[in-house]
């Protein structure tokens, strides 16, 4: 479900308590791991973490006015989600994710971006933090432009 809250403060009081909480512990985890340049937003009626135009003019190539996002952290109908886009972005990252994953003996359950859980207890906060921090911003714009690159001559082919 998505929000119409302007702030990720009035996105958070909105929220049940027992979900407040949930979101709340994972954000925590990601601002103490979001590498310097990315700034917290609401993006998507969602809780967003973006590239600002200020760094990365262009923003997201489907809708330039949105900033480039890193992670969207939000409540739906059924579960709470976290996307990841630089493990969805690059096979590496998701390799490396998937197994860090594994091997904290939690169970997965994560499409190509978007990690879904109901509980705190479901998440390996510490795996969360570590996919954040490991993606400086200059890294992760200089792979999305690679991305954009690769997708246009395959599609000139």
């Not at 403060?9 to 601002?31: M, T």
């Not at 340049?37 to 809708?63: A, K, N, R, S």
Request: positive net charge; proline residues 4%; charged residues 25%.
């Amino acid at each position: 479900m998505t929000s119409s809250a302007a702030t990720v403060e009035e996105y958070l009081a909105a929220l049940s308590q027992d979900r407040r909480d949930v979101l709340s512990a994972v954000r925590e985890v990601i601002l103490a791991n979001l590498p310097e340049g990315y700034e917290e937003t609401m993006q998507y009626g969602m809780i967003g973490y973006v590239v600002p135009h200020l760094l990365y003019p262009p923003g997201y190539h489907c809708d330039p006015k949105q900033p480039l996002t890193l992670a969207n952290l939000g409540s739906q109908k059924n579960h709470m989600s976290l996307y990841l886009m630089s493990v969805y972005g690059d096979s590496a990252t998701a390799d490396w994710f998937r197994a860090a994953y594994a091997a904290s003996g939690k169970k997965l359950d994560m499409g190509k971006a978007c990690l879904r859980f109901k509980r705190l207890e479901d998440l390996t906060l510490e795996v969360i933090g570590e996919a954040i921090a490991r993606v400086p911003v200059k890294q992760y714009t200089e792979r999305y432009e690679e991305t954009l690159r690769q997708s246009r001559r395959k599609r000139k082919q």
